[in-house]
């Protein structure tokens, strides 16, 4: 069954695909932070949050307190990003991504990042 993208449906099963994934533990080592997402829609925005700790994950739709960064894209950005169909640097560098905060932080997590889509590509999402 498809879960509507930036759902909380959506949100549950990439948190639980994410951490039944040793890969992906792997990857967060011991990393500690909290990321903002913040995706524009023609309908405002939707806020999700993603916050790693001890090889863990945690997401919910919503805002969150004082994040390491905050990322900020459009929809079709985001999509893009989600279908591996548009490079995160590129989109960077092109201004389709703005980042707040720690940018070292994110690089540091491109590992587990890229792992992050690639769950999303094997999950059943409505776009």
Do not use: C
Not at 6 to 26: F, I, T, Y
Not at 103 to 108: F, P, Q
């Amino acid at each position: 069954m498809a879960v509507k993208f930036l759902s909380s449906g959506w949100a549950d099963e990439l948190k639980r695909r994410l951490n039944e994934d040793p890969a992906v533990a792997a990857a967060l080592g011991d990393a500690s932070v909290t990321i903002q997402q913040t995706i524009a829609t023609n309908d405002g925005s939707v806020e999700y949050w993603l916050s790693v700790a001890g090889g863990a994950v945690d997401l919910g739709i919503g805002s969150v307190e004082a994040p390491d960064a905050t990322i900020v894209q459009d929809y079709a950005t985001a999509v893009g990003l989600a279908k591996r169909e548009v490079n995160a640097v590129t989109a960077f560098m092109m201004g389709r991504i703005k980042v707040h905060g720690n940018v070292g932080t994110l690089m540091g997590l491109q590992p587990a990042l890229g792992l992050l889509s690639e769950h999303m590509l094997a999950m059943d999402i409505e776009y």
